[in-house]
């Protein structure tokens, strides 16, 4: 029953159980003569089941099948059709030509089968080209005015494979001569060059010396060249090195691609060789020299900038043409590197290639020679003597020269010879005569060059405008900065300008009349125009208009901490802490919070004015700071520095230092010159030696300064590190940072105060020849080198360093002659001690304690009391007027 039901719902499933239950009663029931018998109909019964349970769908899938064939049968699509139709005719016209080629043309001989050769690769007919080789092939005679590269095309047009291909060029050039296989090869390669067939060309090449050839220069060449028009830069490099091995010289063209690969890869090496190789060919053609090696020239100089390898470059640049633009590169370098030495080497190159500069290069020069104003007086000079048009950059570039040595007789110049009347330029102007303090030619260049071309004044510049109605304030000329405010009588920011200048100039009765006339024009007020006009007050020292103004502004509603700040920076001037104090007060009091400015001030005054008990509430107020949540920057730093002295405690000294390092704030120049003088003044060898290391080894604080500098080189001198003062010093003037008077002094009498007073004098010679030193040598410094001398007994030397003095006009003083004197006495020379004694009043110095004091020690030493005596006796009678009285040391000598 079982068995029925499985049938009846699904046949395939019956058969299958069917099939197996007949096989299991053949195991057990049935003989080995009827298994045999039943196994493949029980196949067939299975086969069967199937085909009958899929008999729709196979019914479905014929039908499709028939109708297909009946609807499409008998048509063919249109494109197949033309594509056929197109095939025949082309066979046909092909076959024609093959008829008529081999009933008429067949050629007669070698030279006729080459010349046809030819003109059907011309035609385009290859397969006539591959016929005409076939007979070619099969001659025996010379083959020189076949074409390979021809006959490789077109086998490659036809679609022949590389293989073949390697065939028919091997015999080529095996039936050629060998002149001639090594041109019909060159020329190949260079044909597959220029289709970029690299891979064909690589072969090519392989196969060559199997037929004897041997590549040349030429061969090289195209190879290269062709590897750099695909961007492969290191089979360049494989083909140079190949080249080398098989001692072939390259020729420029190769010089020229394997500069230009190097140049893209940035070697400098590689290309420094390949350059000189160029170089003696670019000789050569210096007349003609083509526009491409000028521009690898210039890439070349781009990349010696790049690699600051300029100096190195300029000597190998002397007998080749260069354009001026590879000088525009080499200035803007210059400017970049602040190099004086490396820009005299260029404009030496200029003058050795005959250079005629242009307004725009005369410009970049200018920029490199900022600090030469000889220089720069020169090349303006030039530029007058050629005619030259002057640009607007040149001027520029000029005007910030003379800035930087406020040289106003050469802006002078410069406007009467420009007549400029591009309002830029003449702002430019009227900035720099304000830098200089010509106030009045300011003031004259607006009136008489900018003000005609602008119908009113508000289409000026707002910062020009400030900086002229700034000048004429400052000069007088009232009427010209009225101008300005007529013209926009709302503008708050010029009457901000116009109220500052008049609380310079003490007119504190014209600043408030300013802020009057702004208040009647119906301008809003805001906390600047208030605040603006309480630090006048504070300025004109009338605090007590100071706070009736500050009365006034909290009246308005707009007092801000800035107000008050400015309250009380006014009486913490006055010595008053306390009024300080009750304002900082009352500003919390109305939820104002004291910020960094309020503190710093309070700390300042403490620290330059403040009583000794107020020096000791210093770090309670750095404690109050800290818990009103403003931290401690960079000024509160220096502010606490100043109060470092050799007396300061240790607890003090640790905490200022502790609160340096834990500012958010990198160190700056200021504080880290305050730093190096503080630990100088403190007087403690090792916190200065630890402090010099870490800034040593500190890589984010750029130095722009002198005094930064002299600050350095004179904490190195105390810790005796000669090595760091003249690294110092060097990395100054390699900076183009000219020495102030400070600065040099630290210098002279680190390297004195170290026992080497020669190399002291030896710099200050040095400096005496550089126009831009020259005027920081003062008394004070040969003062140094005079006590220099004097320590270590050389009179001699003292003498002629006093007679320089003379030669040079340099003021002698009380300091000099002291030094004079104590030179001869540690010398033992009392007669020439007493003689530059008598001497200090032919120089209008009277001499002092000090002087008689160290001639009378001199007497002592010496053991003459009697002479001593008379010094004593004389020292008495010119001191009566001064009232000074010999010291203890006369009488103990």
């Not at 030469?372 to 020169?378: A, E, N, Y």
């Not at 403003?630 to 230092?657: D, F, H, M, W, Y």
């Amino acid at each position: 029953p079982s068995s029925a039901t499985i049938c009846h719902s699904d046949p395939l499933p019956c058969a299958a159980a069917a099939c197996t239950t007949r096989m299991n009663l053949t195991g057990s029931e049935l003989g080995s003569g009827h298994q045999e018998f039943l196994a493949p109909q029980a196949f067939a019964a299975v086969l069967l089941q199937v085909l009958v349970s899929l008999r729709a769908e196979l019914f479905l899938f014929c039908a499709a099948g028939v109708a297909y064939i009946l609807l499409f049968s008998n048509r063919v699509p249109k494109k197949a059709s033309r594509s056929s139709a197109s095939k025949k005719a082309k066979l046909a016209e092909e076959e024609s030509r093959d008829v008529s080629f081999s009933e008429s043309a067949v050629p007669s001989n070698v030279v006729e089968a080459q010349a046809a050769l030819q003109n059907a690769f011309e035609a385009g007919d290859h397969r006539k080209v591959q016929r005409c080789w076939s007979f070619l092939k099969g001659s025996t005679s010379n083959l020189e005015t076949v074409s390979l590269a021809s006959l490789v095309e077109s086998m490659q047009r036809l679609g022949k494979e590389h293989p073949m291909i390697l065939r028919e060029v091997k015999l080529f050039l095996e039936k050629s001569a060998p002149e001639t296989a090594m041109r019909s090869a060159n020329e190949l390669l260079e044909s597959l060059g220029k289709r970029m067939d690299t891979p064909l060309m690589t072969r090519v090449r392989e196969l060559l010396p199997s037929v004897a050839v041997v590549p040349n220069q030429r061969t090289y060449e195209i190879f290269v060249t062709a590897h750099f028009a695909t961007r492969n830069f290191a089979d360049v490099k494989q083909v140079m090195i190949e080249m080398e091995a098989a001692g072939v010289q390259p020729s420029v063209s190769i010089a020229v691609v394997a500069m230009k690969v190097a140049l893209k890869q940035n070697s400098w090496e590689d290309a420094m060789q390949h350059f000189g190789r160029l170089k003696g060919s670019l000789k050569q053609a210096n007349a003609t020299c083509s526009t491409a090696p000028r521009h690898i020239i210039t890439q070349l100089v781009e990349l010696a900038c790049k690699e600051s390898k300029l100096s190195e470059l300029i000597e190998h640049l002397y007998g080749i043409s260069l354009g001026e633009e590879v000088f525009n590169v080499m200035l803007c370098e210059c400017i970049r590197r602040r190099d004086g030495s490396l820009t005299g080497d260029v404009e030496k190159l200029a003058q050795d290639q005959g250079i005629s500069f242009s307004e725009a290069t005369y410009a970049l020069l200018l920029r490199c020679r900022t600090g030469d104003p000889t220089r720069i007086q020169q090349i303006f000079e030039e530029v007058v003597s050629k005619g030259q048009e002057v640009t607007p950059d040149f001027a520029f570039s000029l005007l910030a020269c003379c800035s930087q040595t406020h040289n106003s007789k050469l802006a002078d110049r410069l406007l009467e010879y420009m007549k400029p009347k591009q309002v830029p330029v003449l702002s430019a102007f009227v900035r720099f005569y304000v830098e200089v303090e010509q106030l009045e030619k300011a003031c004259d260049v607006y009136e008489q060059e900018i003000l005609p071309q602008c119908s009113s004044s508000a289409l000026l510049d707002a910062r020009l405008q400030r900086t002229v109605m700034n000048a004429a304030l400052r000069c007088g000329r009232s009427n010209l900065a009225k101008i300005f405010l007529e013209s926009s009588p709302s503008d708050i920011a010029k009457h901000i300008t116009m109220i500052r200048s008049y609380a310079s100039a003490g007119n504190l009765t014209g600043a408030i009349e300013v802020f009057r006339s702004l208040q009647q024009s119906g301008a809003e007020l805001n906390s600047i125009v208030y605040n603006t006009v309480i630090d006048a007050c504070v300025e004109c020292r009338d605090l007590e208009t100071a706070e009736e103004w500050m009365k006034v502004t909290k009246e308005a509603g707009v007092a801000d901490v800035v107000s008050y700040n400015t309250m009380i920076k006014a009486h913490l001037h006055q010595g008053n802490f306390s009024k300080a104090r009750a304002l900082m007060r009352q500003m919390q009091d109305e939820g104002l919070q004291p910020n960094r400015v309020t503190f710093n001030e309070l700390i300042n005054a403490m620290v330059v004015k403040g009583r000794s008990y107020e020096v000791a509430e210093i770090w309670n107020i750095v404690q109050e700071m800290r818990a009103a949540g403003v931290a401690p920057n960079q000024v509160t730093c220096s502010i606490l520095l100043k109060n470092l002295q050799a007396t300061s405690g240790n607890k003090e000294i640790r905490e200022t230092l502790s609160l340096i390092k834990a500012i958010e704030e990198p160190m700056d120049e200021v504080l880290l010159s305050s730093v190096v003088e503080a630990c100088v003044r403190i007087g403690k060898p090792e916190i200065l030696a630890d402090m010099l290391k870490q800034l040593r080894n500190s890589q984010s604080i750029s130095i722009t300064g002198s005094h930064t500098f002299g600050s350095l080189i004179k904490a190195y001198g105390r810790m005796q590190d000669m090595e760091n003062v003249w690294r110092c010093w060097n990395e100054m003037r390699g900076r183009r940072i000219s020495p102030s008077s400070i600065t040099l002094g630290c210098m002279v009498e680190a390297v004195v105060s170290n026992s080497d007073t020669e190399a002291a004098y030896k710099l200050v010679k040095e400096l005496r020849e550089d126009e831009q030193c020259r005027g920081a040598l003062n008394a004070v410094i040969y003062c140094s080198i005079l006590k220099g001398f004097a320590r270590e007994k050389k009179i001699d030397r003292a003498f002629a360093v006093h007679e320089e003095m003379c030669d040079r006009n340099i003021e002698m003083s009380s300091v000099s002659f002291n030094s004079l004197i104590n030179a001869c006495a540690k010398g033992g020379d009392v007669t020439r001690a007493a003689y530059w004694l008598r001497s200090m009043p032919k120089f209008g110095i009277a001499p002092d304690g000090v002087s008689y004091g160290t001639v009378i020690h001199a007497c002592a030493v010496q053991h003459k009391p009697a002479r001593a005596e008379k010094f004593l006796e004389q020292m008495c009678v010119d001191c009566a007027a001064s009232k000074e009285q010999p010291s203890a040391f006369c009488y103990n000598s």
